[in-house]
């Protein structure tokens, strides 16, 4: 909602927003176009009227706002149909999706599932007009809004039903639920399918994956023969998976190879991904937006990787919905596997958790942790586990913090403490 403020206002339109504990990075890129965030939501806000209200996906009835809005008949929107009408009509779309790597991906390639809006609880990506369609792999996540896997799957059937037959679907093929689906769809996908994965039956291949040095390093495949040599500053094989997608985009697009490989070596990564906060003591403290057990996993497997011999830590708040309900309560315990020290903070709002089912269990989580001869431990919140934590700090150490939201500016307590001690 904040990019797309941003977007409007770059238009000539004169935007203002409500909202609640708006936290960076995007607090400080409002703050820096100077659009105006009033805090919290009331009816006033809607005076004078506005020309039209656009309604994010978090926003549910019963918002002071959207009442108002509807009482006096304004004009309202969806973020999605927005983006659709204002910015994609008539222009070349590629749209990336899948349950994890959807903002690095975009990012690199510079242009979701998650519902649109509380009068339209289909996914965005619905309404993006997509001519490339990206899809890297899909797995059961937003248990608020899909009841199960076989939900999150129709979605994705749709999706790709959506791309024109001179457009290109992008399958990560080393996600057995992608793979499934497009071979379930077969001739039924009535456009160009392009697999791609470290699988050895994909169409493009990442080979010889190297993470030793400043940079990873990768060479590609098409049709099992070379097609060119890659470099990246961004850690991990999925993130490698994420490169690839952009690159197939680039080249259906008619986009030079050379050109492709100094765009992927100069790439900085997005906030909040494996973003480095700081470093206090020879303490290194770390951001990550990870909250699905998989990318849990796969943020603290590079992390290993590229901190190899270093003791690494990780914190982790239950905030997304996926998170909270004890929906993968076994597969966090598998996820934190590669952290050498991990601390769990208590499931975020539990009890509106409780509304949708049964929370996750955190002290349990903690005893399966411990089961691998590990340090764990519960504790409530960011304050509680600086006072706890930043003691047994030791020179070299990765903390990793990993949350969906502002975490009670833990990040930045951690430093705080470090550096007063």
């Known amino acids: 909602m904040a990019s797309l403020a941003g977007m409007l206002q770059a238009r000539g339109h004169r935007v203002i927003g409500s909202d609640v504990n708006v936290y960076p990075p995007m607090s400080t890129m409002l703050h820096s176009l100077g659009i105006k965030v009033l805090q919290g939501y009331s009816a006033e806000h809607l005076s004078p009227a506005p020309d039209c209200v656009i309604v994010g996906n978090a926003i549910p009835r019963g918002n002071p706002e959207v009442e108002e809005t509807l009482k006096r008949k304004l004009l309202y929107k969806s973020q999605a149909e927005v983006v659709k009408e204002e910015f994609i009509r008539g222009r070349h779309s590629l749209v990336v999706a899948g349950t994890h790597g959807k903002t690095t991906t975009t990012s690199i390639a510079a242009w979701d599932e998650y519902d649109t809006a509380y009068f339209d609880k289909g996914p965005k990506f619905m309404h993006y007009l997509p001519e490339l369609a990206v899809v890297n792999n899909i797995e059961f996540d937003h248990a608020d809004i899909y009841a199960d896997l076989d939900a999150v799957k129709l979605a994705f059937r749709r999706f790709m039903n959506l791309v024109p037959g001179d457009g290109r679907v992008i399958a990560g093929w080393d996600s057995p639920n992608v793979r499934n689906l497009v071979e379930a769809m077969g001739n039924k996908l009535f456009t160009t399918v392009e697999t791609f994965g470290f699988s050895g039956d994909a169409r493009w291949q990442i080979r010889n994956a190297d993470f030793s040095g400043g940079l990873s390093r990768f060479d590609v495949f098409r049709n099992e023969n070379a097609w060119g040599e890659f470099q990246t500053t961004l850690l ?23 050109k492709i490989v100094g765009a992927l070596a100069s790439f900085k990564n997005v906030k909040r991904r494996a973003e480095i906060r700081g470093e206090e003591r020879g303490i290194l403290v770390i951001d990550d937006f990870a909250h699905h057990p998989t990318a849990v996993r796969e943020t603290l497997r590079a992390l290993r990787t590229k901190y190899s011999g270093r003791r690494l830590i990780a914190i982790f708040e239950p905030r997304s919905w996926s998170s909270r309900l004890s929906v993968f309560q076994d597969d966090y315990a598998k996820a934190f596997a590669p952290a050498d020290y991990v601390v769990i903070a208590n499931v975020f709002d539990s009890q509106k958790v409780t509304e949708k089912g049964r929370a996750l269990d955190t002290q349990k989580l903690i005893e399966a942790i411990s089961q691998q001869n590990k340090p764990a431990m519960a504790l409530p919140g960011a304050d509680q586990i600086v006072e706890h934590l930043v003691p047994e700090l030791l020179e070299g150490d990765v903390v990793a913090v990993m949350s969906n939201g502002g975490f009670g500016g833990i990040h930045d307590k951690i430093l705080a403490a470090l550096k007063s001690t």
């Open 236 to 258: 991990g094989e999925f993130n490698l998976l994420n490169c690839l997608a952009v690159i197939i985009a680039a080249d259906a697009w008619g986009v030079a190879v050379d």
